[in-house]
């Protein structure tokens, strides 16, 4: 018992250093929160399959860009638009930065529907195809925007949640937040264009 304690108060200590890092460098959540209302209204509900050539798969659904230091980051060109009617599901962004020396892969995202809120015990969760399930907390401040962030490092030990977002085809979302639940299925255009983007990163 003490020493799944001391384990759960490493996790707990090694996740607030990767979230406190990262987040000096996270754009505010206003901020980001209008981007992903303007990706919905641009690019239009959910994505439809796409004509993409082996060749360039990549160049299909990320850029890299070097920041103020002179890094490279990948990132995804286009929001993730995970919606029907263009009111409620998703709006989701994939990014990378680099942390001790290693890619931090980061999914920050939105329920598009009003009064989601969501704090540190809220979790994102991904169904696959397959029937597997892959599960992230969420480590954005608290807000009733629904705005979460989620990193994949391998300080946090959850590599594995994105070789499966690289590998396997995503049947749907789910964002626990505080009060509300909000589900998504994914079209055969969304599993094209998260799985082209974690192949990618």
């Known amino acids: 018992m003490k020493k799944l304690l001391f384990l759960s108060t490493i996790f707990a200590v090694m996740t607030l250093t990767v979230s406190a ?8 959540a ?4 209008k981007k992903a209302q303007s990706a919905l209204k641009n690019q239009g509900t959910q994505q439809a399959l796409k004509a993409v050539s082996p060749d360039d798969e ?3 659904f990320v850029t890299t860009k070097k920041d103020d230091k002179g890094e ?3 990132e995804a060109k286009e929001f993730l638009i995970v919606s029907n009617d263009g009111v409620t599901g998703f709006a989701f962004t994939f990014y990378t930065l680099q942390y001790k020396e290693k890619t931090l892969y980061i999914a920050r995202g939105m329920a598009l529907e009003p009064g989601v809120c969501v704090d540190n015990t809220s979790k994102v969760t991904f169904t696959f195809d397959d029937g597997t399930q892959a599960t992230l907390t969420n480590l954005e401040k608290d807000n009733c925007k629904g705005i979460v962030s989620l990193y994949m490092h391998d300080l946090l030990k959850n590599m594995d949640v994105y070789e499966s977002l690289k590998t396997k085809k995503v049947r749907s979302m789910r964002l626990d937040g505080v009060e509300k639940t909000v ?3 994914f079209t055969e255009g969304n599993q094209q264009q998260i799985q082209g983007i974690f192949k990618c990163l």
Do not use: D, M, W, Y
């Not at 890092?21 to 505010?28: M, T, Y």
């Not at 206003?30 to 929160?33: L, S, T």
């Open 21 to 28: 890092q990262v987040k000096v460098r996270l754009e505010p």
């Open 30 to 33: 206003a901020i980001f929160g």
């Open 58 to 60: 990549c160049g299909a």
């Open 72 to 74: 490279s980051n990948t």
């Open 183 to 185: 589900v998504k299925s």
